[in-house]
């Protein structure tokens, strides 16, 4: 499967109207409140008092409650509005590491995206200890992620539907232990054939009634479908 490559950074997607243009900045407003209305872990405050991020803006106001609430959602939201902080800081929050066990996977439709998300996770758990992230994609020999992930026994794994299909095959990939998923940019995850194939399969091996959380800077009525589609079958009791 061919994963695609932009440049490194945040994945921006150009406004199309005025309209659209106001809507960001609506949402990248920040609020009066700051970051310890959310009763997060000493040690996330501690990080992000590190990197300088002193209060939330308003679609972080709206979504790091429902997230931290155990909610699975799609959230709208564009490039530079601070969705990744909803997820990073909601899944760090419950996140109690267990050696061989991967409770966080976050699925994007780039390499660089991947990288760049593995980062902040690792940013965001500089004071909390024994947590290890692991970022898996293309572009490089199997056996080298084959290798991390046995070494490196992840909390967190971050990478491409390809390749992480490919390292459940070979039995690298266990994802009994799941309790957070999240699409990135879901509307180049879920509307590409072949990632969607990938990812219906990781589906099924995510246990029942776990959180998963959808990011797209554009919602369309398929697409809001096929997520709700997801939510709903990840609900159903066996």
Known sequence: ???????????????????????????????????T????????????DKLEIKYPSKIQMEFIPKAISGESFVCTSRAGTGKTIIYILS????????????SILVLCHTRE?????????????????????SYICGGKPLKNDEEKIMENKPHIVVGTP????????????????????????????????????????????????????????VITEDLQSLCEKYIKYNNKLE
């Open 1 to 35: 499967m061919a994963e695609s490559n932009t440049e490194m950074g945040e994945i921006c997607i150009d406004s199309q109207n005025d309209h659209q243009g106001n809507q960001k900045a609506k949402d990248n407003q920040t609020t009066k409140k700051d970051f």
């Open 37 to 48: 209305a959310f009763n997060l872990k000493p040690e996330l405050l501690q990080a992000m």
């Open 91 to 102: 899944t760090l929050q419950h996140l109690n590491p267990k050696d061989n066990q991967i």
């Open 113 to 133: 995206l991947a990288f760049q998300v593995s980062r902040e996770y690792e940013r965001f758990c500089k004071f909390m200890d024994g947590i290890r992230v």
């Open 162 to 217: 390809g390749r992480l299909w490919a390292l459940v095959q070979r039995g690298i990939l266990h994802l009994h232990s799941v309790e957070h998923f999240i699409l990135d940019e879901c509307h180049d995850l879920l509307l590409v054939i072949d990632f969607r194939a990938a990812i219906q399969k990781i589906l099924r091996l995510i246990p029942k009634r776990q959180q998963i959380m959808s990011f797209t800077p």
